[in-house]
């Protein structure tokens, strides 16, 4: 029922052109062999991306005080150095794919008969870049010793 509901709302987010993007997260256990390394490349790519980010944001910052401190306003356009529009466009790069993204982050042992799978299918929920709402499927409990789990 919770696999068909998330198919109604991405038909009709999609009918209304919504520009909203719903991630339904569902966790239950299932046979795993092994992770999904595609889930685990995304993974890295997403921290790479976020430290990035952080590291121009702190020089921009700087550079935005510099100037202040010096009695400029700062020019956006000096802002961003090429090093920072390298970098950020390297982890971009590194974030496109030429596949849909996994909706399971584990490779199962019986794909082809897990329920959730299956009802995934059959409503084709499959994370297109047109889908509304976005589908992870983690077939087995949280711990913290989990690699996919995030740390702060």
């Keep these: 029922m919770f696999v068909e509901s998330l198919c109604r709302l991405n038909q009709k987010m999609k009918q209304e052109k919504s520009d909203v993007t719903v991630v339904a997260f569902m966790i239950f256990p299932a046979k795993t062999s092994s992770f999904n ?17 952080t590291e121009i944001k702190n020089s921009v910052g700087s ?18 150095t090429s090093k920072d529009v390298i970098k950020l466009k390297r982890c971009i790069y590194s974030l496109q794919r030429s596949h849909l993204p996994p909706v399971v982050t584990h490779n199962m042992v019986d794909d082809a008969s897990d329920p959730i799978l299956n009802q995934l299918r059959t409503v084709q929920l499959f994370n297109h870049r047109s889908d509304r709402v976005k589908v992870i499927f983690h077939p087995e409990f949280l711990s913290s010793t989990n690699p996919q789990i995030g740390r702060a």
């Design 37 to 53: 390394v595609d889930s685990l490349k995304g993974q890295a790519a997403a921290k790479q991306l976020s430290e990035v980010v």
């Design 63 to 80: 550079r935005m005080f510099e100037e202040a401190l010096r009695g400029r306003m700062p020019d956006p356009d000096e802002l961003l």
